[in-house]
């Protein structure tokens, strides 16, 4: 068991250019989150995936956004056309599921930081 | 109404005391409550978790519950300078896990 891992770590970009990230979850997680935190809040929930379907995107989510997870392993987000306003730190997460149950506990990677000039 | 509110703090307690970390949700139908911890910089770590209303205990860490005032809180005895981070309130209602904002807390030596 790795943990849930991230890449990049860190993403500068310049606005209007379309940047992706990569999540790895814990291997036996078939659910995966992706969540947008900015400074002095606490993580906002952007979409779900459980295997490799994507179950539930917040509403909230631009159509600049974009996530796959084509195996059911590992996920990536896109945004396209970035704006400044896309700087956030951009979280994954994964668990074992399903809710109820004591493997529904979320595990967060590290995290990248977008920031866009 | 957001779906979980925590009071943003800045909470401070001298070394030793009982910190309390308290947090409200919305929906009724909830029924997985979690406590994170955030150091600045760094991803959510998980603390403690809780179904059942009343009391859970974990080392210095109690989770408390009541479904009928919608209400979690978590308290932090023998506080310790290493526990100063933002404490996370997250709420599943389903495919969701909703999160507070944070409740920052300091322990003085």
């Known amino acids: 068991d790795t943990g849930v891992s991230q890449d990049p770590r860190h993403k500068i970009t310049k606005r209007g250019q379309n940047v992706t990230f990569r999540c790895d979850p814990i291997?036996?997680?078939?659910?995966l989150y992706w969540y947008r935190q900015t400074l002095g809040q606490g993580p906002e929930f952007l979409t779900y995936?459980?295997?490799?379907?994507?179950?539930?995107k917040s509403r909230l989510l631009s159509d600049r956004f974009s996530a796959e997870r084509p195996k059911g392993s590992f996920s990536t987000l896109e945004i396209q056309r970035t704006e400044q306003g896309d700087s956030a730190m951009y979280l994954c997460?994964?668990?074992?599921?399903?809710?109820?149950?004591?493997?529904?506990?979320?595990?967060f990677g590290s995290g990248t930081q977008l920031s866009v000039l | 109404q957001k779906e979980v509110e925590q009071n943003s703090g800045p909470l401070s307690v001298p070394e030793g005391a009982i910190a309390s970390l308290n947090c409200t949700y919305s929906?009724?139908?909830?029924?997985?409550f979690f406590w994170y911890r955030q150091y600045s910089g760094k991803s959510p770590e998980l603390i403690m978790f809780?179904?059942?209303?009343g009391d859970k205990e974990d080392g210095r860490f109690t989770a408390q519950l009541n479904k009928a005032s919608q209400y979690v809180s978590l308290l932090i005895r023998d506080s310790q300078p290493s526990d100063s981070a933002t404490y996370l309130c997250?709420?599943?209602?389903?495919?969701?896990?909703?999160f507070g904002t944070g409740t920052s807390l300091t322990v003085i030596p």
């Open positions: 997460a994964s668990s074992l599921g399903p809710q109820g149950s004591t493997n529904e506990k979320l595990f």
């Open positions: 291997s036996e997680h078939n659910r």
């Open positions: 995936f459980q295997n490799e379907a994507q179950l539930e």
């Open positions: 929906d009724r139908g909830s029924q997985s």
């Open positions: 809780i179904y059942s209303n």
């Open positions: 997250a709420v599943n209602t389903g495919n969701q896990f909703y």
